[in-house]
Every structure is written in structure tokens, then in C-alpha cells.
């Protein structure tokens, strides 16, 4: 497999195939430097946990978007903006929507996920996802018509009480203030099921604080222009809602669903300890679209911290494997969780460390800029974090 020039190709420039490449970019190819492309149907990378920022107005798009041509500028990584529509096992070969097609010697899946609007009916015409900058676009875009209108309340309801839920049912909650009437729905029986109980506890404080309705053990199961229906125990009710966010469930991306490959529960893809496919081992996975068990035997969560842990060994292991060298298998460490609860506040536990309020959401932001893609985006966004108080500060009020 390994030829004296392969061209790696890695589809998806989020958490795993954007930090892919970038670490491929930084080491020394004594062979000759292969040709490596990096494809997404975006021009922007986004930093999918500070999304949530752009819908009170504390961060601004360039900040969490960069686009991939500034991140790339100073590498030889190609950037191909396009959608991947299919994945050629036997020809090495990945189709792109334009009508091109890629050759690879290497493949690096990181697709990620998308959020299922299938899920009930009226979903996919009227509940807005939050998972894109166009997304969070169209939300903001809602908001403010809303906003500017005469209705003295906005009803919003939001679908799903895992972290994006709740972080999203927050930041409204502070946007909307006085006039903000805002419902959490989630099936289960609990807010963040997953999560450490030291958040659950502190999320739960901030959505009373705040006035949000939860609803527990209750089914969305219809989504109209101005209303959903909610069942609990087997009793339909229909609320009045002016705007509807789903947060439910996570999609594999299409072309990994179509791979002609075994998939696991939700569609995701088998990886060795290693990241690659057992049959394929020049086809790496990672990231939302993976369902690895690391070296210690734990299951590796869909989250951005594993994708980025995956990133470095996914690249150190295409490095070894054209080089000749030993593959090293993937050991995931948990970190831990955060999550903003409002404007400038939030809450973490991870490490033996737990921490609510405005000084959570400094630790915060500050963890969230040392992982920030690339030192020159991380200062520019660093410099803007310092210096923008003092000019808000002089604009006439
Ligand atoms: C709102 C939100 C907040 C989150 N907050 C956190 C958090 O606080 N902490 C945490 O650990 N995790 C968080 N997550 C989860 C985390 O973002 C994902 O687990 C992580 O992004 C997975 O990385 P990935 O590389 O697999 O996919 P992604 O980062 O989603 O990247 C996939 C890329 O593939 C591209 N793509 C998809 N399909 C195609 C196609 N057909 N053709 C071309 N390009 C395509 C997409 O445009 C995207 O750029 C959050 C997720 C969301 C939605």
C-alpha cells in the first residue's frame, strides 16, 4: 500500500479531520511530502461548543468560524469545498458533488454527524436545528423578528434536555428575558442524563433561576407552524409555540451510512484501537462517525474532546504507516464536561474540579481558546477577548 508519494484524504474538517490535518502538516515526510486534501461542504471549521455564544451576541462568527482557507494558509493542505456524496471502496475513490472524484492512497472518515429531523412529523418544516452557523443564523434571524414584533410573549420550546438543550434553553432565556417563556422537553426523567451530577445540579438551578419550564417524561410528537403536541402518559396536549429548536438525536452523515461496511447501533463504523476499518487498514475513523474502544477497552464518546484526542493518533498512525513505523493504539482521557448556563456563566466538572457561575465561564473560554484550531487564530480571538471591554466601553451609549 504505502507508495513513495500517497495522497491522504480526509473528509470532514471538523474536531477529527481538521486537527488531522493540521498535525499531518506539521511533521517531517523524509520521503517526500505526500499530497494531502481536506474536504468539507463548508468554507468555515466551527468550534461546536461555543456555537451557543453566537445566539446571545457574546462571541461573534469569525471568532468560532474561521474559514478553512485562513486556517490552511500556511500549509500545503488542499482545501476542497464540496460535498462527498459517495465513497468507492474498490477504486480508492471518494465522489463529490461538483461531479469530481478524489483518488486516495489514505482516507481519513470524519464526517460527523448530523441532527435527524425525521424524528416526527412536522419536525423538518418547522423546528429549527442548532448544529451550523446557518443554523444559529436562522435562529438569531427568528429571534429578532420576534423581538421587533408587538407580541408581548415569545413561546419557545425546546426539544431535548441533553447539554445542547439545556445550554441552548439558557442562553434564550437571557436574550429573551422578561418576555422569554421558554419549555425543555425530554422523554426521560431527568435534565442531562449523562452528565456529572455537580452540573445536573447546577443546571437545574439556572433553568428555575431563569423561569424555564421543564417537561419530563413527556413525547414531542407533532411540530406545526404555531403549536407542537406533547404526550405525557399517554395524554396529547397541544401548546402555542412561536419558534421550536430540536436538539434530538445524532444522524450519521449520509455517506458513512451508504459505506459498504459493518455499522453499529445509529450507523457509526468500527474502528480498531488503532482508528483504522479492520478490512480496510489505510481507512481511518474518527469523531462522531466512529465507534471505537481505546486501548484501556472504554468506549470513546461522540464528543469533540475524543474527536480531538482522536486527531493526533489517527495522524501519528497514517505518518507511521507510510514511514514504516509502529501504530499506536488510541487511549482516551476524560476531561470532563462544561457547560455555559447563560451569559457569562457556566458550569464544569472534570479532573477532580468542579465550578459554577461567572468563574466557570472564564475557565471556560479559556480552555475552549487553548483548543482552538491553529496559534494564529487562537491570538487574534485572544487579543479581541482583551481589547474588546475597553472599546465597548468608549462607544456613546
Ligand atoms: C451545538 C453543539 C455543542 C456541542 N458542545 C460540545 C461540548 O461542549 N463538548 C464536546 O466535547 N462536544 C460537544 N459537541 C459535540 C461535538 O461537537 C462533536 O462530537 C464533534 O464535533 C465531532 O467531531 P467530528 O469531527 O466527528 O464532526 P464535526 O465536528 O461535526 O465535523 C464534521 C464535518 O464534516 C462536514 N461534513 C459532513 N457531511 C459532509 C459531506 N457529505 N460532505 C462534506 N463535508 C461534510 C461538516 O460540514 C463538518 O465540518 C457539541 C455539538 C453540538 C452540535
Not at 200 to 215: E, F, H, M, V
Not at 333 to 343: D, I, V, W, Y
Given at each position: 500500500?504505502?507508495?513513495?508519494?500517497?495522497?491522504?484524504?480526509?473528509l470532514?474538517?471538523?474536531?477529527?479531520?481538521?486537527?488531522?490535518?493540521l498535525?499531518?502538516?506539521?511533521?517531517?515526510?523524509?520521503?517526500?511530502?505526500?499530497?494531502?486534501?481536506?474536504?468539507?461542504q463548508?468554507?468555515?471549521?466551527?468550534?461546536?461548543?461555543?456555537l451557543?455564544e453566537l445566539?446571545?451576541?457574546?462571541?461573534?462568527?469569525w471568532?468560532i468560524?474561521?474559514p478553512?482557507?485562513?486556517?490552511?494558509?500556511?500549509?500545503?493542505?488542499?482545501?476542497?469545498?464540496?460535498?462527498?456524496?459517495r465513497?468507492d471502496?474498490a477504486?480508492?475513490?471518494?465522489?463529490?458533488?461538483s461531479g469530481e472524484?478524489?483518488?486516495?492512497?489514505?482516507?481519513?472518515l470524519?464526517?460527523?454527524?448530523?441532527?435527524p429531523?425525521?424524528l416526527?412529523?412536522?419536525?423538518?418544516?418547522y423546528a429549527?436545528?442548532?448544529r451550523?452557523?446557518d443554523?444559529a443564523?436562522?435562529?438569531?434571524?427568528?429571534?429578532?423578528?420576534?423581538?421587533?414584533?408587538a407580541?408581548?410573549s415569545?413561546?419557545?420550546?425546546?426539544a431535548?434536555?441533553g447539554?445542547?438543550?439545556?445550554?441552548?434553553?439558557?442562553k434564550?432565556?437571557?436574550r429573551?428575558?422578561?418576555?422569554?417563556?421558554?419549555?425543555?422537553?425530554?422523554?426521560n426523567d431527568?435534565?442531562?442524563?449523562?452528565?456529572?451530577?455537580?452540573?445536573?445540579?447546577?443546571?437545574?438551578?439556572?433553568?428555575?433561576n431563569?423561569?424555564?419550564?421543564?417537561?419530563?417524561?413527556?413525547?414531542?410528537?407533532?411540530?406545526?407552524?404555531d403549536?407542537?403536541?406533547l404526550?405525557?402518559?399517554g395524554?396529547d396536549?397541544?401548546?402555542g409555540?412561536?419558534?421550536?429548536?430540536?436538539?434530538?438525536?445524532?444522524?450519521?452523515?449520509?455517506p458513512?451510512q451508504d459505506l459498504?461496511?459493518?455499522?453499529?447501533?445509529?450507523?457509526?463504523?468500527?474502528?480498531?484501537a488503532?482508528?483504522?476499518?479492520a478490512?480496510?487498514?489505510?481507512i481511518?475513523?474518527l469523531?462522531?462517525?466512529?465507534?471505537?474502544?481505546?486501548?484501556?477497552?472504554?468506549?470513546?464518546?461522540a464528543?469533540?474532546?475524543?474527536?480531538?484526542q482522536?486527531s493526533?493518533?489517527?495522524?501519528w498512525?497514517i505518518?507511521?504507516?507510510?514511514?514504516?513505523?509502529s501504530?499506536?493504539p488510541?487511549?482516551y482521557?476524560?476531561?470532563?464536561e462544561?457547560?455555559?448556563l447563560?451569559?457569562?456563566?457556566?458550569?464544569?466538572a472534570?479532573?477532580?474540579v468542579?465550578?459554577?457561575?461567572?468563574?466557570a465561564?472564564?475557565?471556560?473560554?479559556?480552555?475552549?481558546?487553548?483548543?482552538?484550531?491553529?496559534?494564529?487564530?487562537?491570538?487574534?480571538v485572544?487579543?479581541n477577548w482583551?481589547?474588546?471591554?475597553?472599546?465597548?466601553?468608549l462607544?456613546?451609549?
Amino acid at each position: 500500500m504505502a507508495q513513495s508519494n500517497p495522497s491522504i484524504v480526509i473528509l470532514g474538517g471538523g474536531f477529527g479531520g481538521l486537527y488531522t490535518v493540521l498535525r499531518l502538516s506539521q511533521f517531517p515526510w523524509p520521503q517526500g511530502r505526500p499530497s494531502i486534501t481536506l474536504v468539507d461542504q463548508h468554507s468555515r471549521f466551527v468550534f461546536l461548543p461555543l456555537l451557543y455564544e453566537l445566539v446571545t451576541r457574546e462571541l461573534e462568527t469569525w471568532e468560532i468560524a474561521p474559514p478553512f482557507s485562513s486556517l490552511l494558509a500556511n500549509t500545503s493542505i488542499q482545501f476542497r469545498q464540496d460535498r462527498v456524496e459517495r465513497i468507492d471502496l474498490a477504486q480508492q475513490q471518494v465522489a463529490l458533488h461538483s461531479g469530481e472524484t478524489l483518488d486516495y492512497g489514505y482516507l481519513v472518515l470524519a464526517l460527523g454527524g448530523e441532527t435527524p429531523l425525521d424524528l416526527v412529523p412536522g419536525a423538518a418544516e418547522y423546528a429549527v436545528p442548532f448544529r451550523s452557523v446557518d443554523d444559529a443564523h436562522r435562529l438569531t434571524a427568528r429571534l429578532s423578528q420576534l423581538e421587533t414584533s408587538a407580541q408581548e410573549s415569545i413561546r419557545v420550546v425546546v426539544a431535548g434536555a441533553g447539554p445542547s438543550g439545556v445550554e441552548l434553553a439558557c442562553k434564550l432565556a437571557d436574550r429573551l428575558g422578561d418576555r422569554g417563556r421558554i419549555r425543555l422537553i425530554d422523554r426521560n426523567d431527568s435534565i442531562l442524563k449523562q452528565s456529572p451530577s455537580f452540573n445536573r445540579t447546577s443546571a437545574q438551578k439556572a433553568l428555575d433561576n431563569r423561569g424555564i419550564w421543564i417537561d419530563l417524561d413527556t413525547a414531542l410528537k407533532q411540530v406545526t407552524a404555531d403549536s407542537v403536541v406533547l404526550n405525557y402518559k399517554g395524554q396529547d396536549d397541544t401548546i402555542g409555540a412561536d419558534l421550536v429548536l430540536w436538539t434530538v438525536g445524532n444522524a450519521i452523515a449520509q455517506p458513512i451510512q451508504d459505506l459498504p461496511v459493518a455499522h453499529t447501533a445509529g450507523g457509526r463504523i468500527p474502528t480498531t484501537a488503532t482508528l483504522q476499518l479492520a478490512e480496510y487498514p489505510h481507512i481511518f475513523a474518527l469523531g462522531d462517525v466512529a465507534d471505537s474502544v481505546d486501548a484501556n477497552q472504554a468506549q470513546v464518546p461522540a464528543t469533540a474532546q475524543a474527536a480531538l484526542q482522536q486527531s493526533s493518533c489517527a495522524a501519528w498512525n497514517i505518518w507511521a504507516l507510510i514511514n514504516h513505523r509502529s501504530l499506536l493504539p488510541f487511549r482516551y482521557t476524560h476531561l470532563g464536561e462544561m457547560l455555559t448556563l447563560g451569559t457569562e456563566t457556566a458550569a464544569l466538572a472534570g479532573l477532580g474540579v468542579t465550578l459554577d457561575g461567572p468563574l466557570a465561564s472564564v475557565a471556560r473560554r479559556l480552555v475552549y481558546l487553548t483548543r482552538m484550531p491553529t496559534l494564529d487564530h487562537q491570538v487574534k480571538v485572544g487579543l479581541n477577548w482583551v481589547v474588546k471591554p475597553f472599546l465597548e466601553a468608549l462607544q456613546p451609549k
